[in-house]
T-cell receptor, first 114, second 111 residues
Framework: DTGVSQNPRHKITKRGQNVTFRCDPI?????LYWYRQTLGQGPEFLTY????????KSRLLSDRFSAERPKGSFSTLEIQRTEQGDSAMYLCASSYLGTQETQYFGPGTRLLVL | GESVGLHLPTLSVQEGDNSIINCAYS??????FIWYKQESGKGPQFIIDIRSNMDKRQGQRVTVLLNKTVKHLSLQIAATQPGDSAVYFCAAPFAGNMLTFGGGTRLMVKP
């Protein structure tokens, strides 16, 4: 399967703990995006990378959130001092920089903060 | 700010009938529009997209119509099947590369 993969698929944590999610994009894609989706809503943009550079961050991305893409391939999203309001599905997407960049999504990581 | 929105949160159709899911947007500055399908517990799956210089685009059993005059987008699914049951989102990159999604329409297919 050459699609976008995300790990873990599910994560349950206690409030105050740190969590880290990983995304592996489609291999030739140089853009990688993180979105958050709460129940019954559409995905909301968090941040995106072009190669290893983080080019845009949403106001939703508080200082407890940090994302990296150190070698321009996989990316990690870390949430420090988790809060119950962080409970959501975290989606990763990738695209290839070109005339029309269709974003392809991974299966998501569902986070539950107790 | 920019937004996209779907007209109906839920749509119920009979198996074999055609489905039409509608979406409205508030900003004309997007180059293209995309429809995604999301099944329970999965990430959004790309269905079809359309550039802003087109009015219609067809895929396999799906057609997207774009009316820029009234800022309206629709997804038509022919001969709806049980496997089409999912939540459908319209989306557009209004600001840079970030996609803005609508709230989604849940399509339920009755056997």
């Amino acid at each position: 399967d050459t699609g976008v993969s995300q790990n873990p698929r599910h994560k349950i944590t206690k409030r105050g703990q740190n969590v880290t999610f990983r995304c592996d994009p489609i291999s030739e894609h140089n853009r990688l995006y993180w979105y958050r989706q709460t129940l019954g809503q559409g995905p909301e943009f968090l941040t995106y990378f072009q190669n290893e550079a983080q080019l845009e961050k949403s106001r939703l991305l508080s200082d407890r959130f940090s994302a990296e893409r150190p070698k321009g391939s996989f990316s990690t999203l870390e949430i420090q001092r988790t809060e119950q309001g962080d409970s959501a599905m975290y989606l990763c997407a990738s695209s290839y920089l070109g005339t029309q960049e269709t974003q392809y999504f991974g299966p998501g990581t569902r986070l539950l903060v107790l | 700010g920019e937004s996209v929105g779907l007209h109906l949160p839920t749509l119920s159709v009979q198996e074999g009938d055609n489905s039409i899911i509608n979406c409205a947007y508030s900003n004309s500055a997007s180059d293209y529009f995309i429809w995604y399908k999301q099944e329970s517990g999965k990430g959004p799956q790309f269905i079809i997209d359309i550039r802003s210089n087109m009015d219609k685009r067809q895929g396999q059993r799906v057609t997207v119509l774009l009316n820029k005059t009234v800022k309206h987008l629709s997804l038509q699914i022919a001969a709806t099947q049980p496997g089409d049951s999912a939540v459908y989102f319209c989306a557009a990159p209004f600001a840079g590369n970030m996609l803005t999604f609508g709230g989604g329409t849940r399509l339920m297919v009755k056997p």
